[in-house]
């Protein structure tokens, strides 16, 4: 079993930044990508950013490339994602995820974690 717990969400305005971190624990190991997923008011689960184990490339939903950047420290065992200019349409429970499958569906992913609230005002 893998263990996530998401940190670091809350309430900025629009404009802010936010860094999310996610620290697993664990069965954790080699192979295993990293994926943060928003699920917005009223809305489905959308993949956000992703970072594969194998060689460190990152993926982005368009919404967010050029504004947010996934990262990790294997040897904390901790994937972080800095979001800069957030606007309200950020707004979202936020989730990381680890899994061997394909980075930017939810399928892709065996372990989540219990989200975090980032709220963005206007």
């Known amino acids: 079993q893998v263990q996530l717990v998401e940190s670091g969400g809350g309430l900025v305005q629009a404009g802010c930044s936010l860094r999310l971190s996610c620290a697993a624990s664990?069965?954790?190991?080699?192979?295993?990508?990293m994926g943060w997923f928003r699920q917005p008011p009223g809305k489905e689960r959308e993949f956000v950013a992703g970072i594969a184990w194998i060689d460190g490339r990152e993926y982005y939903a368009n919404s967010v490339k050029g504004r947010f950047t996934i990262s990790r420290d294997n040897a904390k065992n901790t994937v972080y994602l800095q979001m800069n200019s957030l606007n309200p349409e950020d707004t979202a429970v936020y989730y990381c995820a680890t899994g061997r499958g394909a980075l930017r569906y939810e399928a892709g992913y065996d372990y989540w974690g219990q989200g975090a609230q980032v709220t963005v005002s206007s």
């Open positions: 664990g069965r954790t190991g080699s192979g295993y990508n």
